[in-house]
């Protein structure tokens, strides 16, 4: 059995390598293009690119990004400004997921006093919503209601998690079977 999941990690590892490197494979034009025709123009096509990308990789890749951002000490300013957008600005998922999610975790939740409302954050792994929640009445026969917060993980968020740690596994599985004693000393 344990060939199996040998077998299905090295796929999982082969598929997201392969879509990592078609979702950035763009950015080997727009870069150069960006840099040496110094228009703010290509510049602005090469940030918004990246970001897309970044988001439409995962969860694993914006947190990786936003710390990118926040490490003037390591990074460039103008590529930790350009990453910044990701603090607050996550790809929304669908309202139909957040209902399936909230149906799935206490079935007919309007009817158990739970009205979702709006958007107030979307980040890289789940969207949060303002709402209110109605409980029982007390000896009055007056309803208690209280504004609540609902956060609803993004759609495939374990999986895509579980993907890239996979990867990630792999190259310091790879890494560390490199004959360097730097490599090792890291402790990857």
Known sequence: MSWLRTAWKGALVASRTTEVALRLSPLALLTPLAVLSQSTYWNDVAWRYTISAV????????????????????????ICDGLAILHDKGYPHSWDHTHEVLTEAFGDYE??????????????????????????????????????????????????????????????????SLPSETIRMINL
């Open 55 to 78: 988001q439409a990789m995962g969860p694993v890749a914006v947190k990786f990004c936003q710390w990118v951002a926040t490490r003037r000490d390591i990074f460039p300013p103008h």
């Open 111 to 176: 009817r158990r006093g739970l009205q979702v409302g709006e958007v107030i954050g979307c980040g890289s792994a789940a969207q949060v919503y303002k709402g209110t929640l109605t409980e029982g009445k007390d000896a009055k026969g007056v309803a208690s209601t209280r504004t609540v917060a609902i956060k609803v993980l993004h759609p495939k968020f374990s999986w895509s998690v579980e993907r890239d740690l996979a990867l990630m596994q792999s190259v310091e599985d790879f890494m560390h």
